[in-house]
């Protein structure tokens, strides 16, 4: 099974930045990385209103794979929500690391970006399998902590952590 590594964080704490900023740098290392975003909607619209694709779903088809040389996305319909393992198992198999962007609930581990300075609203004290924090306050946790532009010495902590094989 592909490992799984979740960054959680509140709103506009700087999470996709901060993804954005890492996965050049693990692929640098020579690993393959896949990431998932969860999106709390309820729904969103991945392709154009008007779009071939986007008439067929309109039309009932259960899926529509957009293709293009080089590139593959795929729209479906699903009847009830996945895991992330689920989705990992589903759609990331030949990668070295899933990396999602929310996902706070299930045993995969997790790293916490916040801006808080009371550590009694930080996700750590409320989730599961939250393995460090970024941050650039002065907390006090039992938990690695790294500040966000240490985006190398994360990268070589995530490589230690999942046991990551070139």
């Known amino acids: 099974m592909i490992p799984i590594l979740s960054f959680i964080g509140k709103s506009n704490s700087g999470k996709t930045t901060f993804i954005e900023r890492l996965i050049p740098e693990l692929i640098q290392k020579g690993f393959r990385i896949v990431t998932a975003k969860h999106d709390r909607s309820h729904g969103f619209d991945f392709d154009k209103k008007g779009k071939d694709s986007w008439r067929h779903k309109e039309a ?10 080089g590139r593959l996305a795929l729209i479906r319909d699903i009847k009830e929500e996945l895991s992330l393992s689920e989705i990992a198992f589903r759609y990331a198999g030949d990668a070295d690391l899933l990396i999602a962007e929310g996902f706070k609930d299930g045993n995969h581990k997790k790293i916490e970006i916040t801006t808080d300075l009371n550590e009694e609203h930080l996700f750590c004290k409320k989730y599961q399998n939250v393995v460090a924090v970024i941050s650039d306050n002065q907390l006090n946790l039992e938990l690695p902590m790294f500040k966000r532009d240490s985006i190398s010495e994360v990268a070589n902590w995530i490589e230690k952590q999942f046991f990551l094989k070139k």
């Open 60 to 69: 009932g088809a259960e899926a529509a794979i957009l293709y293009s040389p």
